[in-house]
Nanobody, 127 residues
Framework: QVQLVESGGGLVQPGGSLRLSCAASGFTVSSYIMSWVRQAPGKEFEWVSDIMRGGGSTYYADSVKGRFTTSRDNAKNALYLQMNSLKPEDTAVYYC????????????????????WGQGTQVTVSS
């Protein structure tokens, strides 16, 4: 059974940092493109980052490039999102999501293009 469980969210001041984790089970994260996506209140889902299967190349939305870093621990079958220099506009529920095996591109996808999601973790950036 495929399962994704996010953790690490919380309340942080502007300029602060958080590290989100995504524990996977039922499949091997290194064999799939894995995404971080977020949804702010009243807004649509926003793609944040992809980490590609195999070699693990990473790609980021312009809004987070240079501040966020996605990584993967194959031994732990887990995904991470290190978020630095956080801004109030980063406030959202953050999800890790699994891309089906046939996809090869990175970047924004419609939510229905993912075949597994975690429950999400709330990140609030506020003073």
């Amino acid at each position: 059974q495929v399962q994704l469980v996010e953790s690490g969210g919380g309340l942080v001041q502007p300029g602060g940092s958080l590290r989100l984790s995504c524990a996977a089970s039922g499949f091997t994260v290194s064999s799939y493109i894995m995404s971080w996506v977020r949804q702010a209140p009243g807004k649509e889902f926003e793609w944040v980052s992809d980490i590609m299967r195999g070699g693990g190349s990473t790609y980021y939305a312009d809004s987070v490039k240079g501040r966020f870093t996605t990584s993967r621990d194959n031994a732990k079958n887990a995904l991470y999102l290190q978020m630095n220099s956080l801004k109030p506009e980063d406030t959202a529920v953050y999800y890790c999501a699994k891309v089906p095996i046939g996809s090869t591109h990175w970047g924004s996808r419609h939510p229905t293009e993912y075949d597994a999601w975690g429950q999400g973790t709330q990140v609030t950036v506020s003073s």
